[in-house]
């Protein structure tokens, strides 16, 4: 096949699939030695000193493996299965975590189980159902969890690690009228976002 047949105007055709890719993508994803360290898997190029119209001279189909000569002379070598692999087309194609917009009656529903904190914090099956049921519904419960900060820290960082903040790690909250903010009554609280001012608000 003719290169000019398979890469046009950066858009590849191969494997049953379309993909287009920036030049300057490919330019700064070279795996070359002089662009790229294998042994750390970091860049070696300056990112910054690609030109951004850059356009290769020459592109030359060999077997499996497409050639880009690019105005400075450098050549950049790219296996099409690797392009196919990491293209944003074919990215998109592969399975997405599924979401199910649930409200009271559709949760009751599925019946879904809560973990029990011992297990939860012993097994990683009880971990992944958790984790499974959290991304799902985007709600799960945990239960039997001791009422105490410690517990609920032990929890947390089961789950994922415990953002500092102005309160510090973890806090006690309590009704405190002193401090003037209904936040610390026993007042309901409509919908609301805190934090919002923080560079990472509370989720």
């Excluded at 290769?56 to 450098?74: A, M």
């Excluded at 019946?111 to 709600?139: A, C, H, R, W």
Aim: glycine share 2%; with cysteine.
């Amino acid at each position: 096949m003719d290169s000019s047949e398979l890469f046009s105007k950066s858009k590849l055709q191969y494997a049953n699939a379309v993909m287009r890719f920036d030049y300057v993508w490919l330019r700064d994803h070279c795996r070359s030695a002089s662009c790229y360290n294998s042994k750390t898997h970091q860049r070696s190029l300056d990112t910054a000193s690609v030109d951004l119209c850059i356009k290769p001279k020459t592109i030359r189909l060999y077997e499996s493996t497409l050639f880009f000569t690019w105005p400075d002379g450098h050549v950049t070598r790219y296996d099409l299965d690797w392009l196919v692999k990491n293209s944003y087309e074919v990215q998109k194609l592969k399975v997405i975590q599924p979401r199910i917009l649930w409200n009271a009656k559709l949760y009751q529903q599925a019946q879904v189980p809560s973990v029990d904190f011992q297990s939860f914090l012993e097994t990683n099956d009880e971990l992944k159902k958790f984790l499974q049921n959290l991304l799902l519904y985007g709600i799960a419960f945990v239960e039997n969890v001791p009422p105490t900060q410690e517990h609920t820290e032990k929890l947390a960082e089961r789950i994922s690690l415990i953002r500092e903040t102005i309160y510090g790690r973890m806090w006690y909250f309590t009704s405190d009228f002193s401090r003037g903010d209904t936040a610390y009554t026993k007042l309901a609280l409509d919908r609301h976002t805190d934090t919002t001012y923080f560079q990472e608000p509370c989720g």
